[in-house]
């Protein structure tokens, strides 16, 4: 993959928020996410930057790793929380160490995080997209999974809630995968960057990092509606940790000293109450989209999770590419979502993923286009 | 280089700071710089968190790119310039994207900045380190890196002005540079964290990057005092950019938003005359400290530029280890230099590195306690 791929492979979520732009449709392209904390940030700021701006420890700010274990039961602040430079790098950093002790073969689910790719090339990885129905019944089939560790895939990176589909592991699903680790010997790398926003699902507080390898990587970018503050996290147990942490100190090495600081207030004023309210304010925008882009004659199933409805427009369009319809709909309707090109590596089925990640007045005046499309 | 090593190789930094506040002795073994720029940082943050906390252009604001081409010469902002995390995310990228055209091979000067041996090792490369004379005549052997580069090294990592020696690439250094250049197809990356820290030098204000492929990495880190506010750079014609950028996405992909914008502000403030101002402050702290470092009978050579001073022990103490010269000097002198031994791969001569990159009555009364000893 060489670096025009790199770059292409994540370059339609640029180009759609800029045809939404041009053409003045509403944008749910992309997550513009809302309620902001941003008051809330800086006047953490303004009292953290006391701490002055010389260098962080690069493990981490022990007041933002406490903050990130309490968010993350079951990890010790002192030896298996790293902070990085978004989920970005924390992924990055997850994929280089589980290789180094688990080879160079990673499966992940398609559609899947357009990142995965180039990130598994980068790292000279090797990788396998499993399909992931987005049907009526969807979800991991394990037994392929299965296969693919006979095959000798020893890295899965998964990713719960599901960008684009919202799909969120099961207690049922955590239980394949707790069976399977009994026979094989592979590591799960988990991406919950939509951790927290589960709607309808019976997916357990925990993971079950006991018996499983794991490593989760975390960031307060979607959790705090601050996409551009850069704090994410990596959690692991202290082996596995050591491996992403040497890495880590020749890549970012540490984070703003005084940010690390003021986004440790934000995560410890992250009560269950407030969570449960987010959570809540979420859940009714979803249902508000979902429901207008079922009046629009779009095929849908409502996501249990993350910030995402994925939308099949066959039945509407079937003539159209994915760039096309997006293109189509933010012409003639007012509303541009993304097309799912970047999640699939080959050809991309007649799906848009629409955003519910934007605030709920663009949420409810996108409905109401929609509905009268 | 495993995992452990990697910490290892840099892990005297933090050691001899643990050491210097263990001991109670000054810490001279790191920069702790100053004067800080704290008071203007915090004004412009304060006005600058306006702009919010989402994503930023991956290639960094417009604004600080402006910033940083009008402190790098020659170099366009909309598509030579890129802001990373620290130095250290760029001289990672500068590798990768040299590597990707001029192959696997890449030479350094030892002593080396520690961290590069490391970068090579998790990026894949192999790498010769040259002897660079500390003694009397200090300087590269152009005419051993011209064996290096028949014998198939294609990448030069140069540090002007050099940490730990403070030695700068002269004029002359460069014109044997740009011979070479002539009839050997070979690319520099330029470590430039200690630019505008050049004292006794003739080195040019621009660099021929128009006669030799070059990337140039730069940060905030050093020339604002703010080791820990993470904003780096790098410069480089745009074919070569698009390699960085494209790894870059999938690492640290943006820096804070309105970190970046206030970064701007204090750069745009660092006029000419300020500039020399700063940098007379440390030609003055330079002077007062090699003065007592010859008072203590150790033998330096006056840096051209750059925050460090190393100094050979062996007339005071031939059998020591550098790490047993640096903790006895600590406990009998009351001040902590660096060990030499992270910027050697084997055998580390009888050298230790003193930062004047401390605050001024810190080296005045370092300089007390060494013409005491």
Same mark, same amino acid.
């Given at each position: 993959m060489d670096d025009l791929t790199l770059i292409g492979r994540v370059a339609p979520f640029r180009d759609a928020s800029a045809y939404a732009a041009s053409s003045g449709a509403l944008n749910l392209s992309q997550g513009l996410p809302e309620p902001l904390f941003d008051n809330a940030m800086n006047a953490a700021l303004a009292r953290q930057v006391r701490s002055g701006w010389q260098y962080a420890d690069p493990r981490g700010e022990m007041i933002l790793r406490e903050s990130i274990a309490a968010h993350s %039961?079951? #990890? %010790?602040? /002192?030896?298996e929380v790293l902070v990085t430079s978004g989920c970005t790098e924390a992924l990055y950093l997850a994929l280089y160490a589980a290789s180094t002790q688990y080879g160079s073969r990673v499966a992940f689910f398609?559609?899947? *995080?357009? *990142?995965y790719p180039g990130m598994a090339t980068l790292l000279g990885l090797e990788f396998v997209a499993l399909p992931l129905s987005v049907g009526a019944s969807i979800g991991p089939d394990w037994a392929m999974f299965e296969r693919q560790l006979r095959a000798g895939v020893r890295i899965l990176l998964l990713n719960t809630p599901h960008n684009p589909t919202g799909w969120c592991m099961s207690a049922d699903d955590w239980q394949h995968l707790v069976a399977l680790a009994k026979n094989h010997d592979f590591m799960v790398i988990v /991406?919950?960057? =939509?951790?927290? #926003?589960? =709607?309808d699902t019976d997916a357990? %507080?925990? =993971?079950p990092h006991q018996q499983i390898p794991m490593m989760v990587a975390g960031s307060a970018s979607k959790l705090l509606s601050m996409t551009g503050v850069r704090i994410g996290w990596l959690c692991a147990q202290a082996t596995f940790m050591e491996r992403a942490y040497a890495h880590h100190l020749y890549l970012s090495y540490c984070q703003p000293t005084p940010i690390q600081a003021a986004v440790a207030v934000l995560l410890d004023e992250l009560t269950v109450g407030r969570l449960d309210s987010l959570r809540e304010h979420y859940k009714h925008k979803r249902d508000r989209l979902a429901g207008a882009l079922m009046a629009a004659g779009l095929d849908i199933r409502l996501p249990a999770g993350g910030h995402y409805i994925m939308a099949d427009y066959s039945r509407q369009a079937p003539s159209l590419s994915p760039v096309e319809f997006s293109q189509h709909l933010a012409m003639r309707c007012g509303v541009m979502p993304l097309p799912a090109t970047p999640f699939y590596l080959g050809q991309c089925p007649t799906y848009v993923r629409f955003s519910f990640s934007v605030a709920k007045p663009i949420v409810d005046q996108a409905c109401a286009r929609l509905e009268d499309f």
């Open positions: %039961a079951g #990890y %010790a602040p /002192d030896s398609e559609p899947f *995080y357009p *990142y /991406d919950e960057a =939509y951790r927290h #926003y589960q =709607y357990p %507080a925990q =993971y």
